[in-house]
Every structure is written in structure tokens, then in C-alpha cells.
């Protein structure tokens, strides 16, 4: 995503970030945060609301005796220590002959779902030689939010620093990034105002957007649901997982309200761009040097 940020001294480079990262990060809470299982207990401790675990699996004979009986008819399956988004497998609904359906009716067999859990214990979808894997209720976004996206779930990232929140955006999902809510995929970056959750201006790689390309839906101008509660759980990952620099990514489910799906001790600058204003005056008194 490119763009022109308003000055450019004020922009945190990614060596100022590592540095960043190094002095105010603590390396076990890293470690902690790498971890999502127990990153999600610990907020739930902490009164920080997180799609429930449904079933977590830690061997390979506990994915082979995996059965449908088990799961709900809808879910997303997780490795646990995945980077990247890759490895997740979803569930939308139950099959007319047993297993499950995806969200565009192709079938997703037990027998599927047992590999893919086995392959996922072998960390294939990790830096780790042996990885988790683990179950949640399928999140389905708010009406409000879906709105503005194009099929795929939209979520939101707020940027804190030691549980003040600095900076939001959501990032909404496009038929050019196949429904994922990546930015350098295609999705589309939106500036969120933090005092009252409206969508301040928008963006992809391609430059400034106002409605979304794919729907015709008007995106600046459009008002998060929830936002009070999506800002005050952002917050509250900070000193959870005792992380100064974070970011909180928050999905906003139709039933249970904003869940924090993860915490990220290391969070991309592209929300500067979306943004198009520095992070650097936020945090250059943690600056080493």
C-alpha cells in the first residue's frame, strides 16, 4: 500500500520499530502472545473477551480419532502458533451427507478435517517442527460491518501503547484479496476515528477509495458498531499480556459482540498510511538512543 503521509519525519520506520519492539517488549510476553491458546486464557482471565476454545488438540492420535460429534455445524479450525493467517480452515454449516460445508458450499469432509489437523500438529502451518490445533465457533460478522466488505470477515486493528489506544483502522476484505483481510492482498485499509468509530477515509494499494469497489457501498463516512467496547478490550491487551508497544486485531461478531481474535507484539506500519499520519511522535520518548 503506498501513499503520501503528511511529514515524513513523523513516520516510524520498521528499523525504529524493531528497536521499538526490543526496549519496551518483554521477550517472554512475545513468547506468550506467539502462543494463541494461551494468549486467548489469559485475556479471558483478564475479563477481555475472546471466541470461546471449543476443542484443542495436541497429538496426532487425537486428530485421527477426531469425530463430527464434537464440533458445532459451524467453526474455524486454527494452528495455534500459525503465522500469516495460513492453516485456517473453516466451516459454515453442516453437510447434506455428514462432515461439513465451507461459506461457498464446497464440502468439507471429516476425513479432510482429521488431515488437515494432523498436518497442522506437524507444524506445517508454523516455524515450530510440532504445533496445536484448535477449534472456535465460526465468527460471522455484524450486520454494520459485513456491510462495508465484500464477502470474507472484516475486522479491526487498534494500535496501543501500555493500554492507551494511538491508532484504529479496519481492514475490509475485496474480491481482489479473495475475501481475506490483508492488506497486501488487495483488502482495503480504513481509517477509523477513535472517539467515535467512524471510517475517517480509506484505502488500497491502488490509492484513496471512498466507496468499495467491489459493492458500491459507501465506506468513508460509515460508523463501526460496538466501538466503545471494540476501543475499551484493545485496551485491555496491552496489560493482559504485558506488551507496551501492541496491536489488538478485534473481529465484531453478529451474536457476541468485538472478541479480540489476536494479540500481535509486532504489528505492521501500514496503518500510517491508512492513516496518512506518523507514528513517531506516539512513541519517540521509547525510542532507544
Not at 8 to 30: H, S
Not at 85 to 112: E, T
Not at 143 to 158: F, M, T
Request: charged content about 25%.
Amino acid at each position: 500500500m503506498t501513499g503520501l503521509l503528511r511529514s515524513y519525519d513523523q513516520v516510524l520506520g520498521i528499523n525504529e520499530r524493531n528497536a521499538l519492539i526490543d526496549a519496551v517488549n518483554p521477550r517472554a510476553a512475545i513468547r506468550l502472545v506467539d502462543d494463541k491458546v494461551g494468549t486467548k486464557q489469559l485475556l479471558e482471565d483478564a475479563g477481555v473477551a475472546v471466541p470461546p476454545t471449543l476443542l484443542h488438540v495436541t497429538r496426532p492420535a487425537d486428530a485421527r480419532g477426531l469425530d463430527d460429534d464434537e464440533l458445532p455445524d459451524a467453526w474455524a479450525c486454527k494452528p495455534n502458533r500459525g503465522l500469516g493467517g495460513n492453516g485456517i480452515l473453516l466451516a459454515a454449516g453442516r453437510g447434506d451427507q455428514g462432515g461439513w460445508h465451507s461459506g461457498s458450499g464446497r464440502p468439507v469432509p471429516l476425513d479432510s478435517v482429521r488431515d488437515h489437523v494432523r498436518r497442522t500438529v506437524d507444524g506445517e502451518f508454523s516455524n515450530h517442527d510440532h504445533d496445536t490445533a484448535f477449534f472456535e465457533p465460526l465468527v460471522r460478522a455484524h450486520p454494520d460491518h459485513a456491510r462495508i466488505a465484500h464477502e470474507g470477515l472484516p475486522d479491526v486493528r487498534v494500535l496501543c501503547r501500555a493500554g492507551e489506544p494511538v491508532l484504529a483502522m479496519t481492514r475490509l476484505p475485496t474480491a481482489a484479496s479473495a475475501g481475506k483481510a490483508n492488506l497486501h492482498q488487495g483488502a482495503i485499509g480504513a481509517a477509523v476515528d477513535l472517539s467515535s468509530g467512524e471510517v475517517t477515509a480509506a484505502r488500497t494499494e491502488r490509492g484513496p477509495v471512498e466507496v468499495h469497489p467491489d459493492t458500491g457501498e459507501r465506506i468513508v463516512g460509515a460508523r463501526l458498531p460496538h466501538w466503545s467496547t471494540v476501543v475499551e478490550i484493545a485496551a485491555g491487551c496491552g496489560p493482559a499480556t504485558g506488551l507496551v508497544y501492541v496491536g489488538a486485531d478485534i473481529v465484531i461478531d453478529a451474536e457476541r459482540g468485538p472478541l479480540v481474535l489476536e494479540v500481535n507484539a509486532r504489528p505492521g506500519l501500514e496503518i500510517q498510511n491508512v492513516h496518512r499520519r506518523g507514528l513517531r511522535p506516539a512513541f519517540a520518548d521509547l525510542l532507544p538512543g
